[in-house]
């Protein structure tokens, strides 16, 4: 087990990364004092039936009691950010703690739930204690580590949000053996963006080893994961509140990707990964279409990865304009003016603010399939 600490004076936490830990998960509350005995578990159906047991049975080992909030089945996990969701946990919170129980949360699964999860600890009393246990590579390698939560809006994605760090990260990379081959290549996206915002040996690890090198290879997948883990804590300890335009370089390829999401109505169609791939392709295109991309060998080797990880190079079925509209919306936004984290050379970026119309538009119909 390898561990990497996120430093933020009195809400520094650990990220354990490792095979099998989850068996091990209450015992590591216990040593860092946990005091609270009553756990609520936040998860979806999906995730529930491979790993919800083994966790119960470790927090009943070691004297935790434990509930379990179900999101709603529905054609897209994304759906369980939503308000309406985020409604009935707070009510099923409210109606544990009201038993007389001091209740801290655990988020089972992945981003959305990480999420949903982490933005209910954030205002339920003014703020408990949450867990991250994540189930899948994004989560582990990004989603989970930082404290940034949210719910999703028809206007746009995560646009209610706060950033509150979780207590403890639990990275068992065996949990990611129940994943569909889809998300194996969702999660990668992530660690692609790592090694171009800051590892340039991280990329060419991924360049070498491709998805299922990397995914067979137990030792290799976990040094893979703690090493992203490792780059998005020293950003996070540097930029915790994103006020210092530090913590902006992981939103990489996010802008175009979100908006890409949020056209397509956080439906089935893209994944996060996929829409962030497209998104760090329209990055590196608007780079060199304003002079900011040094390394010009930079967007093929990109596309070259992307292949290897099952990742699209192009988008279908959504308009420019609807694409435009949400960038629009976007959260990295300031005042009305965007913001672009582009590519300068192999982990090294830049931000821009104030693309023109004509850049993005012209970034965009390239991309479009």
Known sequence: MKSVRVSLREKSYEILVGRGILRDAASYLKKKNFERRHALIVTQKEVAVHHEGALRQSLSRHGFETRLFLTPNAKSSESAKSPAVYWRLIRDLAACDGEGKSVFLVALGGGVIGDLTGFAASVYRRGIPYVQVPTTLTAQVDSAI??????????????????????????????????????????????????????????????????????????????????????????????????????????????????????????????????????????????????????????????????????????????????????????????????????????????VRDVPDEVIKEALEKRRG
């Open 146 to 351: 930082g404290g940034k939560t949210a719910l999703d809006l028809p206007e746009g994605k995560n646009l209610l949000g706060t950033i509150y760090q979780p207590a403890l990260v639990l990275c068992d990379t065996q949990l990611l053996s129940t994943l569909p081959d889809r998300h194996w290549s969702d999660g990668f996206a992530e660690v692609i963006k790592y090694g171009l915002i800051g590892d340039a040996a991280l990329f060419a690890i991924l360049e070498k080893h491709g998805k299922e090198g990397i995914r067979s290879d137990a030792s290799l997948l976990e040094k893979v994961v703690c090493r992203s883990a490792a780059i998005k804590a020293k950003v996070v300890e540097k930029d915790e509140f994103d006020k210092k335009g530090v913590r902006i370089v992981l939103n990489l390829g996010h802008t175009a990707g979100h908006a890409l999401e949020a056209a397509t109505r956080f439906s089935n169609r893209y994944t996060h990964g996929e829409a962030i791939a497209i998104g760090m392709l329209v990055a590196c295109q608007i780079s060199r279409r304003l002079g900011c991309l040094k390394d010009t060998a930079l967007p093929e080797r990109l596309e070259k990865t992307l292949l290897k990880f099952e990742l699209p190079l192009f988008y279908k079925g959504c308009s420019l304009e609807s694409l435009l509209k949400a960038i629009g919306y976007d959260k990295k936004s300031v005042g009305g003016r965007n913001r672009f984290v582009l590519p300068v050379s192999m982990g090294r970026v830049t931000v």
